[in-house]
């Protein structure tokens, strides 16, 4: 199976914009969808970008999502950082056989 | 609305088992699949499997093959996990979270804290 590669943490100022990547180790990122999910300390995960790109409702614009077949990831940006979208933020993808792959998660810091 | 509610944390003994439950509402059961992911403390999240709500097919993580049992009862709309010959790298607390297919998570339990402590 593939794994999902995400930095530990990354952190920028209010207002900024921030990009975390999601890089996939074999197979196309392109075969599969990805998800991001936001989990807030002490909380369940919320989906923030499903199918690559697609925010659900509720989900601010300012979160956007897009793949990259060049390097093989997917990235999740967020523009005009607020202190409320600090957070872990993972990315989620599957293989063929829909067995789920997530990865390690990203500590975003607002500071 | 759409609500996954999950049973309450668990105490138990290596070698034990624990079967947590996961009751939906808000949507017909039957055309969703339900996943199982876990967290341990500290960590991130870890995929367990997920089972049809429709024809009961279940997909197991390879890592938890002969330990894990997932079904459903189709007259309450719930779903069950069941880990057995539980270790202390178990402690977790587990979500459930509904699946659309291919594979993505649009609702998730409140999550269940499962301690395995002698």
């Known amino acids: ?111 | 609305q759409v609500q996954l509610v999950q049973s309450g944390a668990e105490v138990k003994k290596p070698g034990a088992s624990v079967k947590v439950s996961c009751k939906a509402s808000g949507y017909t059961f039957t055309s969703y699949g339900i996943s199982w992911v876990r967290q341990a403390p500290g960590q991130g999240l870890e995929w367990m499997g997920w089972i049809s709500a429709y024809n009961g097919n279940t997909n197991y993580a390879q890592k938890l093959q002969g330990r894990v049992t997932m079904t459903t009862d189709t007259s309450t709309s719930t779903a069950y996990m069941e880990l057995r010959s539980l270790r202390s790298d178990d402690t977790a607390v587990y979500y459930c979270a509904r699946v659309i297919l291919p594979v993505e998570f649009d609702y998730w339990g409140q999550g269940t804290l499962v301690t395995v402590s002698s």
């Open chain 1, 1 to 111: 199976n593939f794994m999902l590669t995400q930095p530990h943490s990354v952190s920028e100022s209010p207002g900024k914009t921030v990009t975390i990547s999601c890089t996939r180790s074999s197979g196309s990122i392109a075969s599969n969808y990805v998800q991001w999910y936001q989990q807030r300390p002490g909380s369940s995960p919320t989906t923030v970008i499903y199918e690559d790109n697609q925010r659900p409702s509720g989900v601010p614009d300012r979160f956007s999502g897009s793949i990259d077949s060049s390097s093989n990831s997917a990235s999740l940006t967020i523009s005009g950082l607020k202190t409320e979208d600090e957070a872990d933020y993972y990315c989620q993808s599957y293989d063929s056989s829909a067995f789920v792959v997530f990865g390690g998660g990203t500590k975003l810091t607002v500071l």
